[in-house]
Every structure is written in structure tokens, then in C-alpha cells.
């Protein structure tokens, strides 16, 4: 919840369609998101009123290693936090869990689109970082990092 408030005090949320937040150990692929969301929003200025449900198993389908939202999204998360804290047991659930009730709260539309992030977790094995997928968790040591970036082809999307 820290992350998300320093986003909507930094402001740059304001300047784009869609803000991405990531967990520092997730191996994360934006040129592939890039093609995603232009499926989902593909006319360029005109963004929806969503959020991207990505882990199937999940309580809340939302998982917190890769968070998708519009700006639209993110704007009624803003505007709605403070009266989901008053509804929601919020003490006692994963910020990604709260987000997503929050945002069903406030009545934002959502989206799956399973298969972008390989997780243990939601039913993925993100041991082999070559699925062509958005994002890898859990990588903590540099080593394995750098391993999955090569695997997922990373240095060839970037020189072409």
C-alpha cells in the first residue's frame, strides 16, 4: 500500500494510460506487455476504466508481483482507498487482495489475462523464463536474474 501512495505523490501515474507496478524480484519484459495492452486498449488516448486479473489461483486474481492498472483504474483506487479501509478487514489481507476488492468496490472493471506472469503461485513455473511471458517471479539473486533475462531472449527484443 506504501508503493501504491508514493505513486500517487510522485504524479507521473497522471502523464500515461497504464501503470505497472512490479515486485524487485520479478524478471519483467515491457515490450511484451506493450503488445498486451494494445489488445485491450488498442485505440491509442482512449484508455478503459480497468485492471488486468493475472493468477488464476489466487484469492483475488490479482497478484501482487505484477500489477496492471489504467489510469482511470488507478484514479478510483485513489479516490476509494479511504472508504475501503472503513469496509474491508484490510489488516488482515495482502495488499494485492485489498487492491482488487477495493477496486470491485469501486466498481472498476477487470480483464484475466492468464499467462502473463509465470509464478509459482498461479500455476506456472517460472523456472525456464522462455514462455514468451511478461514477467518471471521469484528471482532474488542477481545470478538467476540475469540467467532468466537471457533465457526470456531480453538482450535480442532490445537489439533487435
Not at 491509442?44 to 486479473?53: D, H, M, Q
Not at 489461483?57 to 479511504?82: H, M, N, Q, T
Amino acid at each position: 500500500m506504501k508503493a501504491w501512495e508514493l505513486i500517487r505523490e510522485d504524479g507521473r501515474y497522471e502523464t500515461h494510460d497504464w501503470t505497472v507496478k512490479v515486485d524487485p524480484d520479478v524478471v519483467f519484459i515491457p515490450e511484451r506487455l506493450r503488445s498486451h495492452l494494445k489488445q485491450v486498449a488498442p485505440k491509442p488516448g482512449v484508455t478503459p476504466r480497468l485492471y488486468i486479473k493475472n493468477c488464476r489461483p489466487a484469492v483475488s486474481g490479482l497478484y501482487g508481483a505484477l500489477e496492471i492498472l489504467s489510469r482511470p483504474a488507478v484514479e478510483a483506487y485513489f479516490i476509494a482507498k479511504d472508504d475501503c479501509k472503513k469496509i474491508l478487514d484490510w489488516n488482515h489481507m495482502g495488499e494485492d487482495v485489498f487492491m482488487s476488492k477495493c477496486l470491485d468496490i469501486a466498481k472498476v472493471t477487470y480483464i484475466d489475462v492468464f499467462g502473463m506472469l509465470d509464478d509459482e503461485f498461479c500455476g506456472e513455473d517460472p523456472s525456464s523464463c522462455s514462455s514468451g511471458a511478461v514477467a518471471f517471479h521469484k528471482f532474488a539473486k542477481v545470478d538467476a536474474y540475469t540467467q532468466c533475462l537471457e533465457e526470456a531472449g531480453w538482450h535480442k527484443e532490445q537489439t533487435g
